[in-house]
């Protein structure tokens, strides 16, 4: 059994119907990577599966449990974390705020005093920084700021939603790296990307995303030689 | 850069010209000959005169500041101040002109009159040239002053702009100061410092002497006490003896303060002290979880009829005036709890101005119910409750706003307190997380519903004590008493105030709400005063007056940081899938 699984989920906003009956699923420690072109229905899917919108039909699964009309706020008691597009940290709050909003719902203050300096270790930057206003920090740093929130929830699978909107190409990389270094640590990586390149880089699996339907499943590998993916997603004629 | 800059005579005309049709406005409306009779310094300078020199005083130092941000040297801003003076007097000089060659200004301009000509030619009614030439010397020269002002050291221009400002309240305020003063001099010593409520020239003088001096030392202090701990002086926490000492300083004063002022002012304190607590509670939904609530005073109304209904001694008392203001209160408390739930399930989904709107129409609603035949059998309609008695505090009946200020004061302090814990607990942070993104709130965790139906709920309560308390205060509810400006006034004094900021509160309240009693006397001109001192407030400190932690640094944090190494640090591109 997969540890996320996603059957045949069909959602709308309003009339316009932008998940055709998605089906796919996430094993236990793999990267696992979402791409396609704007308004393919890449974020509709997180939000989906975080319960921020509900499907019209179709289940979610989440370590057998039914996850599909949890409330968003029960998540991530179960497990599921998300980095949300455009990062959605807390601007007016300091670094250290934020990271213990991401432990909202844990009652060990030690165990959540002991992830803080993790993620310290994790990211040395925002260490330097813990005192400072969210929103005074670059892009990069924000990134990596909502990466370490969602941590602080200590999931067993983290979604992330494009982490390389609007970072420079060197940040983009660092994030990336940190995605692997995580996964490489035990955690099950559900990654939303634009940048499909990079995501097929470090992804084990992808699916390919186009106007509410999957039209491709493969190993990140295949589906990075695979000459349609080549022509419409890497660039490559 | 040089090129393109405006010349320094463009700018100086254009704010001249700005002061000096504020200066016309003045006179058109009628302000500057019902101040005239008003003397701040008895038989020296009248409020009116004050009044005349005060928009090119104020355009002077503006012209002097653009044109100097411009690098204009001290002798050209001066000058650039003088042209400015000039340009003031233009607009008064031709209403002058036109007053004296047309017939029938009068008819449709009614302050035009012998009076404005009078005041504006300082007494030369009769030989309109030469006051014409003093009106364009003294408005030059107050222009000058304003500029000279600009080119003073910070230390001496905070102190003088400080010390003038007191005389002139100390004047102004004559009647209020007066009133305090009298419960601790005798009546002699009174009329030797003030002629009736205006100042006499020596006390004036000692007053700017001694303010001088006390700003002035006071400015030296505080910079040589940054100088000497550079930046951290307003970082360090006071230690905590230093804490309990103000503590104990502030609560003494609170105490005293209807002993020190007197009955009239402490009626207005008790005003100021039901829209402190209002403010307390709206600011638990509005500054701490960010929900925009227009329908306050919902819970305001409610207090107030639970009070009047349960204790009124007339035809509409359910008791018979049997039962306690004490009882009633935590009556009315809950009562505007349950108001404050009610009405908040069904605007759970919206936010921002959509929210701000729905609960607007609250508020609307009950109005209207509370005038409303149907209910009249219950609250009277627009008759309302009548014979609502005071409170009795172990046989003692609290008839005097000094007795009631304490009730008023035991509610604040409650109140403050559970607000203060409220912000600094587990609750607290909800409410910030949801201010700041409702979707990542939930996404960590936060049971948004719950926590905005809770904000909801704390925030009524206070209202539903400040209603029962107006209540018994006034003896009588009306409908009219509950209309949308009691949301609006306490909306604005939190803004005024500063979001989020419990000392902003106070200040905020007493500003709002306090000032416009004290400037009474100033009749229909004072909401013009009022208003224009807003527009000012917003302007220029739209962090309110004292702003809260997180409210400072999400101005400094508007401004971009000193040290980002990483230049992407400001594209957030919104592209979505």
């Known amino acids: 059994m997969a540890l996320l699984e996603v059957e045949n989920i069909h959602a709308y906003y309003g009339n316009i119907h932008a998940l055709k009956g998605l089906t796919f699923h996430v094993e236990q420690g793999e990267i696992v990577t979402l791409i396609g072109s704007n308004g393919a229905g890449k974020t509709t899917t997180l939000r989906t599966i975080t319960s921020l919108m509900h499907p019209r039909d179709g289940k979610i699964t989440f370590e057998g449990n039914d996850i599909t009309y949890t409330p968003a706020n029960k998540l991530p008691s179960q497990g599921v974390a998300m980095v949300p597009e455009g990062r959605g940290i807390f601007s007016k709050l300091t670094v250290e705020e934020n990271l213990e909003l991401g432990a909202y719902y844990r009652n060990d203050p030690d165990g959540i005093r002991q992830d803080m300096s993790n993620s310290f270790d994790l990211f040395p930057r925002l260490k330097e920084r813990r005192t400072q206003v969210a929103g005074t920090l670059s892009g990069g740093e924000q990134q990596m700021l909502a990466i370490a929130r969602a941590l602080m929830a200590k999931p067993r699978l983290l979604l992330l939603d494009e982490p390389s909107m609007g970072l420079a190409p060197v940040l983009v990389d660092t994030v990336f790296d940190t995605i692997e270094r995580i996964n490489t640590e035990g955690m099950t990586v559900l990654l939303v990307e634009q940048n499909a390149l990079l995501a097929l880089e470090i992804a084990d699996r992808g699916y390919v995303l186009q106007t509410g339907e999957i039209v491709l499943a493969d190993d990140a590998a295949t589906l990075k030689k695979n000459p349609e993916v080549q022509k419409k997603y890497l660039g490559v004629d | 850069m040089e090129k393109h800059r405006k010349p320094y005579w463009r700018t100086a005309l254009q704010v001249g010209l700005v002061a000096g049709v504020v200066l016309l406005y003045l006179g058109t409306i009628g302000m500057l000959a019902a101040f005239q009779e008003r003397e701040v310094i008895y038989e020296i300078v009248s409020l009116g005169q004050i009044l005349i020199v005060f928009p090119s005083l104020v355009g002077g130092w503006m012209a002097a500041r653009r044109v ?400 029962a308390i107006f209540a018994a205060k006034v003896g009588t509810v009306f409908p009219n008493s509950f209309t949308v400006f009691v949301s609006i006034n306490v909306l604005s004094l939190i803004i005024l105030g500063g979001m989020g900021s419990n000392p902003g509160i106070v200040v905020g309240a007493i500003a709002l709400v306090g000032m416009p009693e004290l400037l009474r006397e100033f009749s229909e001109y004072r909401w013009l005063i009022y208003g224009a001192l807003l527009i000012f407030m917003m302007l220029n400190r739209p962090e309110g007056l004292i702003p809260s932690k997180v409210r400072q640094r999400e101005l400094a944090a508007e401004s971009p940081p000193e040290s980002t190494p990483n230049p992407t640090s400001a594209a957030q591109p919104a592209i979505g899938d």
């Open chain 2, 68 to 467: 100097q941000a411009h690098g204009a040297s001290p002798v050209v801003a001066i000058a650039s101040s003088v042209l400015a003076g000039i340009a003031a007097a233009v607009p008064t000089l031709i209403m002058l002109v036109i007053n004296a060659n047309v017939e029938n200004v009068r008819d449709v301009l009614v302050n035009i009159n012998r009076d404005w000509v009078d005041i504006v030619t300082f007494g030369n009614r009769d030989d309109l040239l030469a006051g014409a030439v003093l009106l364009l010397v003294v408005l030059a020269v107050a222009s000058a002053v304003g500029a000279l002002l600009t080119l003073l050291p910070g230390k001496l221009r905070s102190a003088l702009i400080f010390t003038s400002a007191l005389v002139l309240l100390v004047g102004m305020f004559g009647e209020t100061v007066r009133q305090i003063l009298q419960q601790l001099l005798p009546r002699e010593t009174l009329d030797s410092i003030y002629r009736r409520t205006s100042l006499r020239v020596g006390p004036a003088v000692i007053i700017f002497v001694l303010g001088f001096i006390g700003s002035y030392f006071w400015a030296y202090r505080k910079e040589t006490a940054s100088r000497s701990a550079p930046r951290a002086a307003n970082v360090t926490p006071r230690s905590l003896t230093q804490r309990i000492i103000v503590f104990i300083v502030l609560a003494i004063v609170l105490l005293a303060l209807p002993l020190i002022v007197g009955r009239a002012l402490s009626d207005i304190l008790v005003t100021v002290g039901l829209y402190v607590l209002m403010g307390l509670g709206l600011n638990i939904a509005i500054g701490l979880a960010g929900l925009l609530d227009l329908g306050y005073v919902t819970n305001y109304a409610v207090g107030a009829y639970i009070c009047a209904v349960l204790t009124s001694t007339g035809t509409l008392g359910l008791t018979g005036g049997q039962m306690s203001f004490w009882v009633v209160i935590p009556i009315a408390l809950v009562a505007a709890m349950i108001t404050g739930f009610l009405l908040a399930m069904p605007v759970l989904k919206m936010r921002g101005d959509y929210l701000a709107i729905a609960t607007l129409g609250f508020g609307e609603i009950l109005g209207t119910l509370a005038i409303s035949d149907w209910l009249r059998p219950v609250i009277g309609g627009a008759q309302g409750v009548l014979f609502i008695p005071k409170p009795n505090f172990f046989g003692t009946e609290l008839v005097n706003p000094e007795q009631l200020y304490y009730i008023v004061l035991a509610a604040c302090a409650i109140t403050l307190f559970i607000s203060i814990r409220l912000n600094n607990s587990r609750v607290g942070r909800r409410w910030m997380a949801i201010r700041e993104d409702e979707d990542v709130a939930a996404a960590m965790g936060i049971d948004t519903a719950r926590a905005k139906l809770l904000a909801f709920t704390i925030s009524a309560a206070t209202g539903g004590v400040a209603g």
